[in-house]
């Protein structure tokens, strides 16, 4: 693995931070508070070839590698600090990869394009009212009927409910097939027996969370993503792919939290000293920093080992790859909030107020803390599994 950039990634690297100081972060506010990431943003990022990156040329991605997205991620969760563009950004990445690798011809046809253009959502639900971690524990079934799969359940804490009807789109969705195992389908939202509600969340605001509630909802068998009967292991590799964005736009939150707290405290003064003077303060900098910058690395080796086996098919070194994934999720968004929650302490009265702005972060970032794309515990699971063996799984 090489840890020096190239030429092409580090010219995009700086695209990604200019598109993130001059559109993300002029609208990260008006973004929070109008519940909605604006149309003009959605384009500059289509236009910067941010939507669904890992996307080939032909459905009109920019077949990115993993590393290469990992790098725009950072950008974009420091970019939009409020975090709702990150999430917008991984799940267009992520499950656009998957589609791209699992789906039908015509499906790839039908949805790929509109997404990588900014004009449908593409997203995951696996969620349900029961339970979000048991995912052998789902009640959605679905039933083939002749060439047609016909569903019934619902989906809970799915992401992006509103903009798949607002814009067009819909959701890689998990199921219990009938005849065991499970399908893998991708569902249009506005397919008929498809009823949805907004739930009313405390940071992300920029992008909504619902619940898909399907009443005998029908969809073609080539919406199909997988063999029948073995989506699980096809929304396992998404989650994979997707857990390491997550990781990275927490690492650029991070960042950006940092970087404002370092200027706070090269300035503000106590006691006749600059506060960045006190080693109650300096020395918790440098330990946020630390932790960040190990991340950090840990989240580019993770998306190497994505590009160099996973998503070329090769399952010789998946325990490794799930290792590595695992650990960067448990690892990244509980840092990334102690470096906001830190900051705010920093800036004391201050960093309480939203003029700062670092409660963008604190309640963006959070989300990753109580178990978007899978619980800090869920991770500590999978690691023991693979340290341990499957033997030593918890409730078996």
């Not at 959070?366 to 999978?382: D, H």
């Amino acid at each position: 693995m090489e840890f020096e950039l190239n030429d092409e990634e580090r010219a995009f690297q700086s695209a990604c931070r200019k598109f993130g100081d001059r559109v993300l972060r002029t609208n990260e506010r008006k973004i929070d508070s109008e519940g909605r990431i604006p149309a003009d943003v959605l384009r500059a990022m289509a236009d910067l070839g941010l939507l669904a990156m890992p996307v080939p040329s032909e459905y009109g991605g920019m077949g990115a590698s993993a590393v290469l997205t990992e790098i725009a991620a950072e950008e974009v969760g420091r970019g939009d600090f409020s975090m709702a563009t990150a999430v917008f950004f991984l799940l267009e990445a992520g499950w656009g990869s998957i589609l791209a690798r699992h789906g039908s011809e015509a499906t790839k046809q039908a949805v790929l394009p509109a997404v990588t253009s900014g004009r449908a959502f593409l997203g995951i639900a696996t969620t349900e009212p029961t339970g979000g971690s048991d995912l052998h524990g789902m009640h959605t079934e679905s039933r083939r009927d002749g060439k047609s799969f016909v569903l019934r359940g619902e989906k809970s804490f799915v992401s992006g409910v509103e903009e798949a009807k607002t814009l067009g789109g819909g959701h890689l969705t998990l199921s219990k097939a009938a005849g065991g195992g499970f399908n893998f389908l991708y569902v249009p939202t506005r397919s008929d027996g498809i009823t949805t509600q907004r739930f009313h969340n405390m940071g992300r605001m920029g992008i909504s969370t619902g619940s898909l509630t399907y009443q005998d909802a029908r969809v073609p068998e080539a919406n199909l993503v997988g063999p029948e009967g073995k989506g699980f292991g096809v929304a396992m590799e998404g989650f994979m792919v997707a857990r390491t964005f997550v990781s990275a736009a927490c690492i650029g939150a991070a960042e950006r939290a940092l970087e404002t707290g370092m200027a706070y405290i090269r300035e503000r003064q106590a006691f006749g000293a600059p506060l960045g003077k006190f080693e109650g303060i300096q020395f918790e900098l440098v330990d946020l920093w630390t932790q960040v910058e190990a991340v950090k690395w840990q989240c580019r080796r993770a998306a190497w080992l994505l590009d160099t086996y996973t998503l070329k098919g090769d399952p010789s070194h998946r325990s490794e790859v799930e290792r590595a994934v695992a650990s960067v999720k448990l690892t990244a968004p509980p840092i990334a909030f102690e470096c906001v929650k830190r900051v705010m302490m920093w800036y004391g009265a201050a960093g309480y107020t939203v003029d700062v702005g670092l409660e963008l972060g604190l309640r963006g970032i959070m989300s990753y803390l109580v178990g978007a794309e899978g619980g800090l515990n869920i991770m500590r699971i999978i690691l023991g599994r693979e340290l341990l063996g499957k033997e030593f799984l918890p409730y078996t």
